[in-house]
């Protein structure tokens, strides 16, 4: 089992900045894709950006260029650095992990873009 621990969410104004974190703890070896996942009210839960273990990266075409995805393999954490937001951003954002085939969630963090 992978336990996932989100942190970092608020309440910005648009053009603002947050930083997420997302903490991997138990059976973490051969964590493989790790990635964040948002979901808006009233709107299915989309794939914002991932990355691989060796760091490859893959984003949301509405965040290119204002979000950036990290990872510490030393600390088992993955990190989601978001500049320039918009109120479309606005939504409850989820650390996804992949180990073996299986897919783990975080409780989810809010983040909230004021305009």
């Known amino acids: 089992q992978v336990q996932l621990v989100e942190s970092g969410g608020g309440l910005v104004q648009a053009g603002g900045s947050l930083r997420l974190s997302c903490a991997a703890s138990g059976s973490t070896a051969s964590i493989n894709t790790m990635a964040w996942y948002r979901q808006a009210p009233g709107k299915q839960r989309e794939l914002v950006a991932l990355i691989t273990r060796i760091g490859s990266t893959n984003y949301a075409d509405s965040v290119k260029g204002r979000l950036t995805i990290s990872r510490d393999n030393t600390k088992n954490t993955v990190y989601l650095q978001m500049n320039s937001l918009k109120p479309e951003d606005t939504g409850f954002y989820y650390c996804?992990?992949?180990?073996?085939?299986?897919?783990?969630w975080g409780q989810g963090t809010q983040v909230t873009v004021s305009s």
């Open positions: 996804n992990a992949v180990r073996l085939g299986f897919q783990y």
